[in-house]
């Protein structure tokens, strides 16, 4: 009769699912079909946030478990099969709160009433071992320290070498126990040894038996050849032993039964990438960016950008694909529009941005993200426009950015600011004011002042004299890399000039790679190298990093 049960129990409604259990291993235990399937792993991590979400329903929850129980008769079969149901059902609403001993007490009360159902058995050895890999999620993420590789955690024979709380090693034993019972009881349903196979293979228990896991695999898929995830399971496993064409097979395997499954060509795209096979890893990256949902892009994404070792053209590449195919996805035109961004292309990051914007309306960020490269290519007052929407809508950065463009805006169009003191001074140079001085010379007109939107660290404090606004007259000798100050005015803030200096600089001085003078010379004379010459070496900079050209460079002071 009990068997009969676990028959009825496995094929009908959920009686065996608990709340930490992906979509697809929920159909999996119902004998349904699974289209799509989340890594228990992922959710592991996620799931103790849902104890302090629920706090306020922990009385009622009580009161509800307490009355579903109470006032029962067991005289009957009837009756004790109603009880086992409530006390089932009571323990998935205490394991979604996060009250796991509570939901324990439960299912040993249910376990009480009917010992030789094989159900109840791996319903709570799959409950000790959501445990296990709850409380190794987060004793990693309290260490910051991502979880080791099944290689590393596995000793001679596939035993785990790790050294688990007591807690966590009981919870392991316990969990065995009860899958290995609950196999004695039925050994013809695949998911209990799927379970006890993830349970074996698992980093975080130190019963961990990679061989034995294996064979529970082998069994569950001779069971139910037709469960993809099983495939994948086995697969991950191999991969962490280093057999990775036995792992190639199975994940193959799995993806060719579900080829639109995003999560299996992400892990096909891990085995690829751990072979150094790094294009194929980034087409199955970009296949399961094309097949999922959009809150699983930032993840993906970063699988991908990895892949393609954060090559530029490659990734525009890899968006432009995928919005050609998923068109309604703000987040693609987003990272297409900042790469595109970092290539200068700023006019096609704007197109982007603005794309993003219309799906995603009220975003603050991305009214933010679009006012800076407005504000790059010189549109001030469209930056300006976003700035102030952004603000609008509680981005604080972006009002401090709204500031800075009032002031520009006010200061006139000619004025382009490229760099930033680390005493909170912005400096600007004016473009419409870049003179010719003989053959190779040029002047070009500087402007700094404080940044007031930087706080009261903008502004040296206490001294009167203090300048304001800072007007000087910059002038470089393009063939000899070199520049001087020439003039230089000081005003206070109410506009008087405090100090003028029409000598400033009598000499020129060399172009310092790295710093302010290097900025400028690039933009007055663009068709120049830097070269600098020190001791008998030769040492070119490009504006990004000191080039040497023989002999050895010892760097710069």
Same mark, same amino acid.
């Given at each position: 009769?009990?068997?009969?049960? *676990?028959?009825?129990?496995?094929?009908?409604?959920?009686?065996?699912?608990?709340?930490?259990?992906?979509?697809?291993?929920?159909?999996?235990?119902?004998?349904?079909?699974?289209?799509?399937?989340?890594?228990?792993?992922?959710?592991?991590?996620?799931?103790?946030?849902?104890?302090?979400?629920?706090?306020?329903?922990?009385?009622?929850? +009580?009161?509800?478990?307490?009355?579903?129980?109470?006032?029962?008769?067991?005289?009957?079969?009837?009756?004790?099969?109603?009880?086992?149901?409530?006390? /089932?059902?009571?323990?998935?609403?205490?394991?979604?709160?996060? +009250?796991? #001993?509570?939901?324990?007490?439960?299912?040993?009360?249910?376990?009480?009433?009917?010992?030789?159902?094989?159900?109840?058995?791996?319903?709570?050895?799959?409950?000790?071992?959501?445990?296990?890999?709850? =409380?190794? @999620?987060? @004793?990693?993420?309290?260490?910051?320290?991502?979880?080791?590789?099944?290689? =590393?955690? =596995?000793?001679?024979?596939?035993?785990?070498?790790?050294?688990?709380?007591?807690?966590?090693?009981? *919870?392991?034993?316990?969990?065995?126990?009860? %899958? *290995?019972? =609950?196999?004695?009881?039925?050994?013809?349903?695949?998911?209990?040894?799927?379970?006890?196979?993830?349970?074996?293979?698992?980093?975080?228990?130190?019963?961990?038996?990679?061989?034995?896991?294996?064979?529970?695999?082998?069994?569950?898929?001779? $069971?139910?050849?037709?469960? @993809?995830?099983?495939?994948?399971?086995?697969?991950?496993?191999?991969?962490?032993?280093?057999?990775?064409?036995?792992?190639?097979?199975?994940?193959?395997?799995?993806?060719?039964?579900?080829?639109?499954?995003? !999560? &299996?060509?992400?892990?096909?795209?891990?085995?690829?990438?751990?072979?150094?096979?790094?294009?194929?890893? @980034?087409?199955?990256?970009?296949?399961?960016?094309?097949?999922?949902?959009?809150?699983?892009?930032?993840?993906?994404?970063?699988?991908? /950008?990895?892949? +393609?070792?954060?090559?530029?053209?490659?990734? $525009?590449?890899?968006?432009?694909?995928?919005?050609?195919?998923?068109?309604?996805?703000? !987040?693609?035109?987003?990272?297409?529009?900042?790469?595109?961004?970092?290539?200068?292309?700023?006019?096609?990051?704007?197109?982007?941005?603005?794309?993003?914007?219309?799906?995603?309306?009220?975003?603050?960020?991305?009214?933010?993200?679009?006012?800076?490269?407005?504000?790059?290519?010189?549109?001030?007052?469209?930056?300006?426009?976003?700035?102030?929407?952004?603000?609008?809508?509680?981005?604080?950065?972006?009002?401090?950015?709204?500031? $800075?463009?009032?002031?520009?805006?006010?200061?006139?169009?000619?004025?382009?600011? &490229?760099?930033?003191?680390?005493?909170?001074?912005?400096?600007?140079?004016?473009?419409?004011?870049?003179?010719?001085?003989?053959?190779?010379?040029?002047? /070009?007109?500087?402007?700094?002042?404080?940044?007031?939107?930087?706080?009261?660290?903008?502004?040296?404090?206490?001294?009167?004299?203090?300048?304001?606004? /800072?007007?000087?007259?910059?002038?470089?000798?393009?063939?000899?890399?070199?520049?001087?100050?020439? #003039?230089?005015?000081? %005003?206070?803030?109410?506009?008087?000039?405090?100090?003028?200096?029409?000598?400033?600089?009598?000499?020129?001085?060399?172009?310092?790679?790295?710093?302010?003078?290097?900025?400028?010379?690039?933009?007055?004379?663009?068709?120049?190298?830097? &070269?600098?010459?020190?001791?008998?070496?030769?040492?070119?900079?490009?504006?990004?990093?000191?080039?040497? #050209?023989?002999?050895?460079?010892?760097?710069?002071?």
């Amino acid at each position: 009769m009990e068997m009969e049960r *676990n028959k009825q129990d496995l094929t009908k409604h959920d009686k065996v699912v608990f709340p930490y259990l992906s979509p697809s291993r929920r159909r999996e235990v119902m004998g349904r079909s699974h289209s799509e399937y989340l890594s228990w792993k992922r959710l592991a991590v996620l799931f103790p946030l849902l104890f302090f979400l629920t706090l306020p329903a922990l009385a009622d929850a +009580r009161a509800v478990r307490d009355s579903a129980v109470s006032g029962v008769s067991v005289s009957a079969e009837g009756d004790k099969a109603e009880i086992i149901d409530r006390l /089932v059902e009571a323990a998935k609403k205490l394991t979604r709160e996060g +009250r796991y #001993t509570e939901a324990l007490d439960d299912y040993n009360r249910a376990i009480e009433l009917s010992p030789g159902d094989a159900v109840l058995y791996f319903e709570r050895g799959s409950l000790y071992y959501f445990m296990i890999i709850s =409380a190794g @999620a987060e @004793a990693l993420r309290e260490a910051g320290s991502p979880p080791p590789s099944p290689a =590393a955690a =596995a000793g001679p024979g596939g035993v785990s070498n790790l050294d688990p709380a007591p807690l966590v090693r009981q *919870n392991c034993d316990r969990a065995l126990s009860d %899958f *290995n019972r =609950a196999i004695s009881l039925n050994e013809n349903f695949d998911i209990f040894f799927h379970m006890r196979g993830s349970l074996l293979g698992s980093e975080f228990c130190p019963r961990r038996d990679t061989a034995q896991a294996v064979a529970d695999f082998d069994r569950a898929i001779r $069971i139910n050849p037709s469960n @993809a995830v099983y495939y994948l399971e086995r697969g991950n496993l191999y991969a962490g032993l280093n057999r990775f064409d036995s792992a190639l097979a199975d994940i193959r395997k799995a993806v060719s039964m579900e080829p639109n499954n995003y !999560y &299996f060509h992400h892990d096909l795209g891990l085995i690829y990438e751990r072979m150094q096979m790094k294009r194929e890893a @980034a087409e199955h990256y970009k296949k399961a960016m094309e097949l999922a949902p959009p809150e699983q892009m930032p993840s993906l994404n970063r699988s991908l /950008v990895l892949s +393609r070792r954060d090559e530029n053209r490659d990734l $525009i590449g890899d968006y432009t694909d995928l919005i050609a195919r998923r068109p309604e996805v703000s !987040y693609l035109y987003i990272h297409r529009g900042s790469r595109l961004g970092d290539e200068g292309k700023l006019r096609q990051a704007i197109e982007d941005y603005s794309a993003a914007i219309t799906l995603r309306r009220e975003n603050g960020d991305l009214y933010l993200s679009r006012g800076k490269m407005f504000y790059d290519s010189g549109r001030k007052r469209e930056a300006l426009r976003d700035f102030k929407e952004s603000c609008d809508q509680g981005n604080i950065g972006a009002c401090c950015y709204r500031r $800075i463009t009032e002031q520009d805006i006010a200061r006139g169009e000619g004025w382009i600011p &490229f760099w930033y003191s680390r005493n909170h001074r912005r400096y600007f140079y004016d473009r419409k004011i870049i003179l010719m001085k003989a053959k190779e010379g040029k002047v /070009v007109r500087v402007l700094i002042e404080p940044d007031e939107a930087a706080g009261e660290n903008a502004v040296a404090s206490g001294d009167p004299d203090e300048p304001s606004l /800072v007007l000087e007259r910059w002038e470089f000798n393009c063939s000899r890399h070199q520049v001087r100050i020439r #003039t230089q005015r000081k %005003f206070d803030r109410n506009g008087r000039q405090i100090a003028h200096f029409s000598n400033f600089e009598p000499h020129f001085r060399p172009v310092f790679p790295g710093g302010i003078s290097e900025r400028l010379f690039r933009i007055v004379c663009p068709a120049e190298q830097m &070269f600098h010459r020190r001791g008998e070496e030769n040492v070119r900079f490009d504006g990004k990093r000191v080039l040497k #050209t023989n002999s050895t460079f010892a760097g710069f002071p």
